[in-house]
């Protein structure tokens, strides 16, 4: 069931399991619901310390997974948190939808489309993507420093749900930590992932080998890069392309 309200959707859960968090009602785009893990604080310096952290290498890296959206086509951003990387798909002519269970996080992504005069070219869904259904596929599911935030059973069971929402020879574009075995590559992967932990509900886990996760769920990979620390430091983050 969805609530649009000022541009924003909330999903009402049906049938959850445990862990999964129906939303309360929204009031102008902010849910009541107080189990929003990332919260006003997070949300507002995220994008700094994404930018900070990586010396703009997860910045990079999402602006060439947009850059595989065609013009007119659909696409859902699962997890898009602030949605810094929409800004351009929307101005291009991408039908965006933007799913994010964090009030707060989503509030950032209307404040930024709205300084754009955007606001109404793209619907957010206030929701946990496991109880998002929106009764229809899309050319794209874009997935940037998502799957990362699960431990490994349930990034697998994300991806095959992405993989319910798309079309077929529909493309799942992820932007993540690169798979790693070195020690300081995992060092790098850990510090954020325990920091985060104790501040979200994201899972502890190692590096995730986002292909080998795709492939298993039958992806095609069409595209991979990988993106350097500061352009010139060691390739620790990547981006894939794959298609249905
Ligand atoms: C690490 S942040 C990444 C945000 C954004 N994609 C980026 O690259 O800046 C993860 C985001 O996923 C959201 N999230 C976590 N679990 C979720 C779930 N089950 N359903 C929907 N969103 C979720 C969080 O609220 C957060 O905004």
Same mark, same amino acid.
């Given at each position: 069931?969805?609530?649009p309200?000022?541009g924003v959707a909330?999903?009402?859960?049906?049938g959850s399991?445990?862990?999964?968090r129906?939303?309360?009602p929204?009031?102008?785009?902010?849910?009541?619901?107080?189990?929003?893990?990332?919260g006003?604080?997070?949300?507002?310096?995220?994008?700094?310390?994404?930018?900070?952290y990586?010396?703009?290498a997860?910045g990079?890296c999402?602006?060439w997974?947009?850059?595989?959206?065609?013009?007119?086509s659909?696409?859902?951003f699962a997890g898009a948190?602030?949605?810094t990387?929409?800004?351009?798909p929307?101005r291009?002519?991408?039908?965006?939808d933007?799913?994010?269970?964090?009030a &707060? $996080?989503?509030?950032?992504?209307?404040?930024? @489309?709205?300084?754009? *005069? =955007?606001?109404?070219q793209a619907?957010?869904?206030?929701t946990?993507?496991?109880?998002f259904?929106p009764?229809?596929?899309?050319d794209?599911?874009v997935?940037h420093f998502?799957?990362?935030?699960f431990?490994?059973?349930?990034m697998? &069971? $994300?991806?095959?749900r992405?993989?319910?929402l @798309?079309?077929p020879k *529909? =493309?799942?574009?992820?932007?993540?930590?690169?798979m790693g075995?070195q020690?300081?590559?995992?060092?790098?992967?850990d510090?954020p992932?325990h920091?985060?932990s104790r501040?979200?509900?994201s899972?502890?886990h190692?590096?995730?080998?986002?292909?080998?996760?795709a492939?298993?769920?039958?992806?095609?990979l069409?595209a991979?890069?990988f993106?350097?620390?500061?352009r010139?430091?060691?390739p620790w983050f990547?981006?894939?392309?794959?298609?249905?």
């Amino acid at each position: 069931m969805i609530h649009p309200i000022d541009g924003v959707a909330s999903l009402a859960a049906e049938g959850s399991a445990d862990d999964l968090r129906p939303m309360g009602p929204i009031t102008a785009g902010m849910s009541s619901d107080t189990r929003d893990d990332y919260g006003p604080l997070l949300a507002t310096v995220y994008d700094s310390l994404a930018w900070a952290y990586s010396a703009g290498a997860i910045g990079a890296c999402k602006r060439w997974g947009v850059a595989h959206l065609q013009p007119g086509s659909s696409v859902l951003f699962a997890g898009a948190g602030s949605a810094t990387e929409v800004v351009d798909p929307v101005r291009g002519g991408v039908h965006c939808d933007i799913v994010d269970r964090s009030a &707060a $996080m989503l509030s950032r992504a209307r404040k930024r @489309l709205q300084r754009c *005069g =955007l606001e109404h070219q793209a619907t957010m869904y206030e929701t946990d993507l496991r109880f998002f259904e929106p009764g229809r596929t899309y050319d794209a599911v874009v997935a940037h420093f998502f799957l990362n935030v699960f431990d490994m059973t349930t990034m697998l &069971a $994300m991806m095959e749900r992405m993989q319910g929402l @798309l079309r077929p020879k *529909g =493309l799942l574009i992820v932007g993540d930590f690169a798979m790693g075995h070195q020690f300081l590559q995992m060092l790098y992967h850990d510090l954020p992932m325990h920091l985060f932990s104790r501040w979200t509900d994201s899972a502890l886990h190692e590096i995730h080998d986002v292909a080998a996760a795709a492939q298993t769920h039958g992806f095609r990979l069409t595209a991979h890069r990988f993106f350097r620390w500061g352009r010139l430091g060691p390739p620790w983050f990547g981006s894939w392309v794959f298609e249905r």
